[in-house]
């Protein structure tokens, strides 16, 4: 019982103590030495959109709050005026799902699919999809690539 109250008391510590961001920048979740969440960011800077990293220790409790299951997890975990987004989402789609603003949690590409922006590995590509999430948590197809 203890173990768990300590828990819930860091997580709780962890996520309040964190400046929101400005509205429309995307708060980026991600381990300090992740050299992909690097490249992505740097893809969405690129493409822009306004991004304010945050390195974190664990990225489970961020995960937990976004209501994600390890079936739709990555390497990082971003929101961005309300929405998840989760993974190597390319920039196109969450400039279109803040554009479009579906009632939904975000958009997802689960896993790390070589080709995604940040896991460019030269000409090398995987097929993938970035997932709507929708409210009650399930998925639809949002976009291919």
Known sequence: MRNILLFVLITAVTLLSATPAAAGT??????????????????????GLDVTPRDVPDLVPYKIRAGLTPALASC????????????????????????????????AVPGMPVGSPGMEQGDAREPYEVLLIHRDGSTSVYARY
């Open 26 to 47: 995307l708060e980026v979740y991600k381990s300090p030495t992740c050299g992909c969440c690097k490249k992505w960011i740097s893809h969405l800077e690129e493409n």
């Open 76 to 107: 990082h975990t971003a929101f961005v005026d309300g929405y998840v987004i989760e993974g190597h989402v390319p920039a196109r789609e969450i400039s279109r799902l803040l554009a479009e603003r579906p009632d939904a949690r975000g958009l």
